[in-house]
């Protein structure tokens, strides 16, 4: 059954793209194909959950061999356990409801057909990732997911900014993609395999190497984690993701929470049998560097997609975080959680935008398709009433003005679903305790670093544990200044307000959709042990510790693998059961109460900052004006790299250029000029003189000996028979003295 | 009569002919020249092969009357030669017949 319903979730999408990406280039249109595409992926999704149910708990792969090239062979197969078929269940259903916001959204647009066709490969693409059971395989979907990244980001490509974020974004995670074939190029020299499971798989070889090898299987689990780096936007490739946001909305959502990111984390994870020590905590330290980093910069964005943005690196992150300090379960639970109510906030900012954007499109530009390709000029003048306005105004001009947070204001009254479903999502994403899914993903990777701290007693632990502490107060800080700024308060802008108006349902039903899931739905998946094992690692010999929910077991033992699906629908009260295991471990507990009480603060003063306006952010601002100066400008990130290594690539061109120019052309030249005026003049010489010479002296002896010769011919007939007689006689004279 | 008298007879016939073709001064006289020569060679045939080869042999004689039916042909192309030497250049005398000269 597995194979055939894996082939069946692949080949939906890619039929859909297959065929209407064909009927793009031929420019027929083929009525209503939205709704076929999105049949599609919603047909994936029934399969996807009927896989559900077919994990077993050490499952073998399905391969066959795809190439062989003398004694080596490529194989190609799927590979089914636990965590593939959450992933298969998260990529599906988050990209069923984009695709069904996207009609809404994406109505009107001139190149309607061809969105719908890349999204379906996009999916395709991040579902073969997820299913290969080798590395060539995952490499495969993972640069299809690139391109395709490439190509909807810059779907609005008469935008400069969109073609400039698309080739960015293409870029900057080519630079990890290199490292991570370098890594998988190691792997293979030293297992002639690229298969990762089974007998002859990379896991089971690592698993016996020696410790000599360690070193060896560090620097190659760090290359690969490059690639995720890249792909999943830590620092210091992750300034590609904010610019990102130049696609259209649906399209962030979809990059932002199932495939594009999260391709990097389910590496990560994929590979965490071969992370060492020293890997797992290089992984950890930039896990949780960019979650901080990230999270710093969320707060003084305004426009409302950035704030989304840096929220989805700094979340990120916390899983890379996770993963690093050995909480795999924990990693990936916040991976599926944080799908959720991330697709659910860029939904939510989409159909925010949506009602600006519809009124530009009515009121200002008819003939405009997508209004969102260009800045209105009119919006721009409205004043900025907000904090950081003074600031803000000498950087800030590009942003367009339907996603400019200080355009917004008042609007939970015109919009009632989309604010309540993006509270809900801020909630969870904030973790707001014990009812919202980010609390418990959020919090077990938190207990994770700090149970590794005292376990280990380790510095670089607690580190860890502060950074991660401290990212989630701000989260929590940025994520309501954003609902504060959008939903309350007066409205800033009253033209935009009063046009602004609730999305068709068509937009709305996926927000609800994602809300409900917003909720501890999910985590009936991950808090059942049985389900999911953590693979283990080199450096840990101890029975492996069995994720952040070890002790679940008793718990939940009573729901089989079998009936996880069932048990999906009555989630909601695992969280009671939840709450009284926590109690169980130390590190948990502290984790949990110093989270809560990190999230509350951060809420609170978000409140005194954005709502009731007792504190000002403007003083606060201009107190810390250096700080601020730096989170405004990203930490100099793109500063750093357009004016380091972009000017020394074009300062090293140029010098290329100078170097092609005077050097190399000027041998050229040269040669040539040697060639023309030394060489060629002698060979002419000797021509001219020499061969000529000897060629017109031949000549002058042969005529001049023709001349005397002719004489000879007198034409008189009796004339040359005298002599052929003469000839006669001297003949027969001749033989006669013979 | 022995084989010398026939030799004798062929060579002052060749001799003649030799004279008459480098002295004359008329095409047509030329021509005899050539005429006397063909025939003293065929006496030469016919003699030898009366008196050198056994009697039932006569290949010689035979060659002998195809030298005479040559004769006649080659002097029916001559005369033709001659005739139209003598529209081009209004004369057969063969020392004024001098184009090809170097």
Same mark, same amino acid.
């Given at each position: 059954? =597995?194979?055939?319903?894996?082939?069946?979730?692949?080949?939906?999408?890619?039929?859909?793209?297959?065929? *209407?990406?064909?009927?793009?280039?031929?420019?027929?249109?083929?009525?209503?194909?939205?709704?076929?595409?999105?049949?599609? %992926?919603?047909?994936?999704?029934?399969?996807?959950?009927?896989?559900?149910?077919?994990?077993?708990?050490?499952?073998?792969?399905?391969?066959? &061999?795809?190439?062989?090239?003398?004694?080596?062979?490529?194989?190609?197969?799927?590979?089914?356990?636990?965590?593939?078929?959450?992933?298969?269940?998260?990529?599906?259903?988050?990209?069923?409801?984009?695709?069904?916001?996207?009609?809404?959204?994406?109505?009107?647009?001139?190149?309607?057909?061809?969105?719908?066709?890349?999204?379906?490969?996009?999916?395709?693409?991040?579902?073969?990732?997820?299913? #290969?059971?080798?590395?060539?395989?995952?490499?495969?979907?993972? &640069?299809?997911?690139?391109?395709?990244?490439?190509?909807?980001?810059?779907?609005?490509?008469?935008? $400069?900014?969109?073609?400039?974020?698309?080739?960015?974004?293409?870029?900057?995670?080519?630079?990890?993609?290199?490292?991570?074939?370098?890594?998988?190029? %190691?792997?293979?020299?030293?297992?002639?395999?690229?298969a990762l499971y089974g007998e002859d798989g990379i896991f089971a070889l690592a698993a016996n190497l020696s410790t000599g090898d360690m070193v060896w299987l560090s620097i190659a689990g760090v290359l690969i984690f490059c690639g995720a780096v890249g792909k999943s936007a830590q620092v210091p490739l992750h300034t590609w993701l904010p610019d990102a946001m130049e696609g259209p909305t649906p399209v962030s959502a979809l990059i932002h929470a199932a495939t594009m990111v999260a391709?990097?984390?389910?590496?990560?994870?994929?590979?965490?049998? =071969?992370?060492?020590?020293?890997?797992?905590?290089i992984i950890a330290y930039i896990g949780g560097i960019t979650a901080l980093v990230a999270a710093t910069i969320a707060i003084v964005r305004v426009d409302i997609k950035r704030v989304l943005a840096y929220s989805t690196v700094s979340q990120l992150g916390y899983m890379m975080l996770g993963i690093g300090v050995g909480s795999y379960v924990a990693g990936l639970f916040h991976l599926t959680t944080h799908a959720f109510f991330k697709a659910l906030l860029f939904l939510g900012s989409?159909?925010?935008?949506?009602?600006?954007?519809? %009124?530009?499109?009515?009121?200002?530009?008819?003939?405009?398709?997508?209004?969102?390709?260009?800045?209105?000029?009119?919006?721009?003048?409205?004043?900025?009433?907000?904090?950081?306005?003074?600031?803000?105004?000498?950087?800030? #001009?590009?942003?367009?003005?339907?996603?400019?947070?200080?355009?917004?204001?008042?609007?939970?009254?015109?919009?009632?679903?989309?604010?309540?479903?993006?509270?809900?999502?801020?909630?969870?994403? #904030?973790?707001?305790?014990?009812?919202? #899914?980010?609390?418990?993903?959020?919090?077990?990777?938190?207990?994770?670093?700090?149970?590794?701290?005292?376990?280990?007693?380790?510095?670089?632990?607690?580190?860890?544990?502060?950074?991660?502490?401290?990212?989630?107060?701000?989260?929590?800080?940025?994520?309501?200044?954003?609902?504060?700024?959008?939903?309350?308060?007066?409205?800033?802008?009253?033209? %935009?307000? $009063?046009?602004?108006? &609730?999305?068709?349902?068509?937009?709305?039903?996926?927000?609800?959709?994602?809300?409900?899931?917003?909720?501890?739905?999910?985590?009936?998946?991950?808090?059942?042990?049985?389900?999911?094992?953590?693979?283990?690692?080199?450096? =840990?010999?101890?029975?492996?510790?069995?994720?952040?929910?070890?002790?679940?077991?008793?718990?939940?033992?009573?729901?089989?693998?079998?009936?996880?699906?069932?048990?999906?629908?009555?989630?909601?009260?695992?969280?009671?059961?939840?709450?009284?295991?926590?109690?169980?471990?130390?590190?948990?507990? =502290?984790?949990?109460?110093?989270?809560?009480?990190?999230?509350?603060?951060?809420?609170?003063?978000?409140?005194?900052?954005?709502?009731?306006?007792?504190?000002?952010? &403007?003083?606060?601002?201009?107190?810390?004006?250096?700080?601020?100066?730096?989170?405004?400008?990203?930490?100099?990130?793109?500063?750093?790299?357009?004016?380091?290594?972009?000017?020394?690539?074009?300062?090293?061109?140029?010098?290329?250029?100078?170097?092609?120019?005077?050097?190399?052309?000027?041998?050229?030249?040269?040669?040539?000029?040697?060639?023309?005026?030394?060489?060629?003049?002698?060979?002419?010489?000797?021509?001219?003189?020499?061969?000529?010479?000897?060629?017109?002296?031949?000549?002058?002896?042969?005529?001049?000996?023709?001349?005397?010769?002719?004489?000879?011919?007198?034409?008189?007939?009796?004339?040359?028979?005298?002599?052929?007689?003469?000839?006669?006689?001297?003949?027969?004279?001749? *033989?006669?003295?013979? | 009569?022995?084989?010398?008298?026939?030799?004798?007879?062929?060579?002052?016939?060749?001799?003649?002919?030799?004279?008459?073709?480098?002295?004359?001064?008329?095409?047509?006289?030329?021509?005899?020249?050539?005429?006397?020569? +063909?025939?003293?060679?065929? +006496?030469?045939?016919?003699?030898?092969?009366?008196?050198?080869?056994?009697?039932?042999?006569?290949?010689?004689?035979?060659?002998?009357?195809?030298?005479?039916?040559?004769?006649?042909?080659?002097?029916?192309?001559? +005369?033709?030669?001659?005739?139209?030497?003598?529209?081009?250049?209004?004369?057969?005398?063969?020392?004024?017949?001098?184009? +090809?000269?170097?």
């Open positions: 059954m =597995i194979v055939p319903l894996i082939s069946l979730i692949l080949l939906c999408p890619l039929a859909a793209f297959a065929f *209407f990406g064909l009927m793009s280039l031929a420019r027929r249109s083929v009525p209503r194909q939205d709704y076929l595409s999105t049949a599609a %992926m919603l047909f994936a999704l029934v399969c996807s959950l009927l896989l559900l149910q077919q994990v077993v708990p050490h499952p073998e792969p399905h391969t066959v &061999e795809w190439i062989s090239i003398g004694k080596i062979s490529f194989s190609m197969g799927f590979y089914l356990d636990s965590v593939t078929a959450i992933m298969l269940i998260v990529v599906t259903l988050v990209s069923s409801l984009v695709h069904i916001f996207s009609m809404g959204y994406m109505h009107g647009d001139p190149r309607y057909p061809r969105f719908f066709a890349f999204l379906s490969l996009f999916s395709f693409s991040m579902l073969f990732l997820v299913v #290969s059971d080798n590395l060539l395989g995952i490499y495969i979907g993972w &640069e299809l997911v690139g391109l395709c990244s490439y190509l909807l980001i810059g779907f609005w490509f008469e935008k $400069d900014s969109a073609a400039n974020a698309c080739k960015k974004a293409f870029l900057t995670t080519r630079v990890g993609d290199i490292g991570m074939f370098i890594g998988m190029m %190691m792997l293979f020299t030293k297992f002639s395999t690229l391709a990097g984390v389910y590496l990560t994870a994929r590979m965490f049998p =071969i992370l060492t020590e020293t890997s797992s905590l989409g159909s925010v935008i949506h009602a600006f954007h519809a %009124m530009h499109a009515h009121s200002h530009d008819e003939h405009d398709a997508h209004g969102h390709a260009h800045a209105d000029s009119d919006a721009n003048e409205h004043t900025h009433e907000d904090g950081d306005s003074e600031l803000v105004h000498a950087h800030g #001009s590009d942003i367009p003005p339907d996603q400019d947070m200080r355009n917004m204001g008042g609007l939970r009254h015109k919009m009632p679903i989309t604010f309540a479903t993006m509270l809900i999502a801020t909630l969870s994403i #904030s973790g707001v305790p014990f009812l919202f #899914s980010g609390f418990w993903s959020k919090d077990a990777i938190l207990g994770g670093v700090l149970e590794r701290a005292m376990e280990w007693s380790s510095v670089h632990h607690y580190v860890l544990f502060g950074m991660a502490l401290f990212a989630a107060g701000i989260t929590a800080f940025y994520m309501f200044r954003l609902i504060f700024m959008t939903f309350f308060g007066e409205p800033r802008n009253q033209e %935009m307000h $009063d046009m602004a108006h &609730e999305s068709p349902k068509v937009m709305t039903v996926p927000l609800i959709v994602l809300a409900v899931l917003s909720f501890p739905v999910v985590n009936v998946l991950w808090f059942n042990d049985a389900y999911v094992t953590p693979p283990k690692q080199p450096h =840990i010999h101890a029975p492996a510790h069995a994720g952040v929910f070890n002790d679940t077991k008793g718990t939940f033992s009573l729901f089989g693998v079998s009936e996880a699906v069932a048990a999906e629908e009555e989630g909601a009260h695992d969280t009671h059961a939840d709450e009284g295991h926590h109690g169980h471990s130390p590190a948990h507990t =502290i984790a949990m109460v110093l989270s809560i009480i990190v999230a509350g603060l951060g809420i609170l003063l978000s409140w005194l900052f954005y709502h009731r306006r007792t504190l000002s952010a &403007e003083s606060v601002a201009t107190t810390f004006r250096p700080l601020y100066h730096l989170f405004w400008r990203k930490y100099y990130f793109d500063e750093f790299y357009n004016g380091v290594l972009v000017a020394l690539t074009v300062w090293k061109a140029r010098l290329f250029a100078q170097f092609d120019g005077t050097v190399v052309d000027g041998i050229v030249n040269g040669i040539g000029r040697v060639t023309r005026d030394i060489l060629a003049a002698f060979t002419g010489f000797f021509d001219n003189r020499v061969v000529d010479g000897l060629v017109n002296r031949v000549a002058q002896v042969t005529w001049a000996m023709g001349g005397r010769i002719r004489r000879i011919q007198t034409g008189a007939i009796q004339t040359y028979l005298l002599i052929v007689l003469a000839g006669i006689v001297v003949l027969i004279l001749v *033989f006669r003295a013979l | 009569m022995s084989l010398q008298h026939y030799l004798v007879i062929s060579a002052m016939l060749f001799t003649l002919g030799i004279f008459a073709v480098l002295t004359r001064r008329n095409a047509i006289s030329i021509l005899m020249g050539i005429e006397l020569i +063909l025939n003293s060679c065929n +006496l030469n045939f016919a003699a030898f092969s009366r008196f050198v080869t056994p009697p039932e042999n006569i290949d010689g004689q035979i060659i002998a009357i195809f030298g005479i039916v040559l004769a006649a042909a080659e002097a029916a192309v001559f +005369l033709a030669i001659i005739l139209a030497i003598y529209r081009e250049f209004g004369s057969i005398r063969p020392n004024e017949v001098d184009t +090809l000269k170097g």
